[in-house]
């Protein structure tokens, strides 16, 4: 395994993590300037660096009592050999605990803030990953999503 360095998100530019995203092939095309807005409300930002070369994120927001662990996201490069889509930076398969280690510091910083509850929405494959760190299914939920351009739509129906 490379030697991995984990920073606090302060080691992270918007412009450096721009590029990431588009290394990954992120499905959200954020501005640099929204970035960093995204940047600064976060409760926890860990990442990931190989190399000096940003590999991974992970990032969590909270309001005090409640959390939610919004990234972890990999370059699947380092997702290891048994990944399946290898598209937007899922978690499948981290071979190197890397993820892992980063998703633990964001998960340590907001419980260390007081918060009682975390929550995440996991694709496919990343359910394992979630499971491992010790989320637990909730029975009857089903996560939903809204993008912008949705809600533009539903508010002229309304």
Known sequence: MADIAYGTGQDVTPAELTEFYGRLAHDIAAQPDQIAK?????????????????????????????????????????????????????????????????????????????????????????VDFCEELGFKRGAGLVGVTMRAEDWTAAAQDA
Do not use: W
């Not at 000096?52 to 699947?76: N, Q, S």
């Not at 399946?84 to 605990?97: L, W």
């Open 38 to 126: 995204m940047m600064k409300n976060s409760a926890a930002f860990v990442t990931a660096r190989c190399e000096d070369r940003l590999i991974g994120i992970a990032r969590g927001v909270c309001d005090g009592l409640r959390g939610y662990l919004t990234e972890c996201k990999l370059d699947p490069v380092y997702q290891g050999p048994a990944a399946v889509t290898r598209t937007d930076g899922r978690i499948e398969h981290d071979k190197d605990g890397i993820a892992k280690e980063m998703a633990r510091r964001v998960l340590s910083a907001m419980y260390a803030e007081g918060v009682q509850r975390i929550d995440t929405v996991a694709y496919g494959t990343e």
